[in-house]
């Protein structure tokens, strides 16, 4: 089982460096976020292994340009992901941490064994 | 005018140039094709002196790899723009040409004087 | 030759368009930022119509987050870039204006008809 | 040590996904392949935890375009990576597989302690 929770946590992590440099630079305002929030959970979620994508943008991040609007920038992300590989389980995350948008594993678990009666 | 018009060339190729280099790459099937025709929508929308802007995802490219989806490449992406700088006019489309994403200028034009009684 | 120089202004659009969101997010420091200068010259020098290019990322934007590098931002960006179509040129640039990097066309012209004796 | 292992795992991942999305799509030909290697691996070791980076870009893959170049493609790439978090290391790949560019863990392994005399 060791294998496959490396491997769960291996694929969260290409998941969430994949979205962030993906996405980051996108033109983005208050109005357009969730369109683009939905479009990051869904595109990601075609990746294997990934069985729950949240994407959460934060809109208060968002100043103004000259042009009125902005530019995502990985600050203003959080995510929260699980990735899945055979019974093996990995909850990651983003998360602007000060000036840092920091990934991390928030937790590992292996899924109970369904009977088969 | 000359300058008006010129500007809304420029911004014209700056759009397609940006919608192209942004998106390319993210992964896509035809499920989750109109989520991300939406979000490229709205957020070059945001973009300054858009007036209208049209993204259509060719379906019937998006061959699965061994895991079920695709990913967005230049030739999947047809793109009707229109850029408005004062009262010129720019409309500019993306579009397969054999093998290659061609942008062009479709056509250029000023918009009539509004009479203001 | 009208038609030229439309073309040659729209395929400078382009390429700023281009670069900017290709390469917005790659990490960078003082240390890489000329392998990265190098890399933004070589790739966009080989888009069609690219007669010059020249880029500069300001080293003395790159502020050092907790891991001690930093971002590629729009702001840190200086492009001069010249585009021919036929004997059409078009100059533009992009620029840091206050907190926006802002993309213009510096100045349009015909090369001269070069005799052939 | 455990939990030094994977982190190890999780930013092994992180990288490989952030350098696929951040250069995808960028234009490149057998002329210009060294200058983005020499970019990726550069911007990449800036990240957090990276050991040692490798990038091979694969010169026969580039067919040329109608304007004599190529884009860079997912399964022109090939990465080793050896990410280290304390003494645990984790060597990970991508390379093509088919059509797909999979990314794998090859090794994980812990350093042996330094004797402190």
Chains 1, 2, 3, 4 share one sequence.
């Not at 959970?41 to 075609?46: A, N, P």
């Not at 609007?69 to 600050?75: A, D, M, P, Q, V």
């Not at 389980?89 to 009666?117: F, N, Q, S, W």
């Amino acid at each position: 089982m060791a294998d496959e929770q490396e491997q769960a946590i291996f694929e969260a992590g290409i998941k969430l460096g994949a979205l962030y440099h993906q996405f980051v630079g996108t033109p983005v305002s208050p109005v357009t976020a969730s369109s683009l929030e939905a479009a990051i959970e869904q595109s990601i979620g075609l990746q294997p292994y990934v069985g729950e994508i949240r994407i959460h943008l934060d809109r208060a991040a968002m100043e103004e340009n000259m042009f009125g609007y902005s530019e995502l920038k990985g600050t203003m992300i959080s995510v929260n992901l699980v990735t899945r590989v055979g019974r093996a389980c990995c909850h990651a995350r983003m998360e602007r941490k000060g000036d840092y948008p920091l990934m991390e594993i928030v937790d590992c678990h292996e899924e109970p064994k369904t009977a088969d009666y």
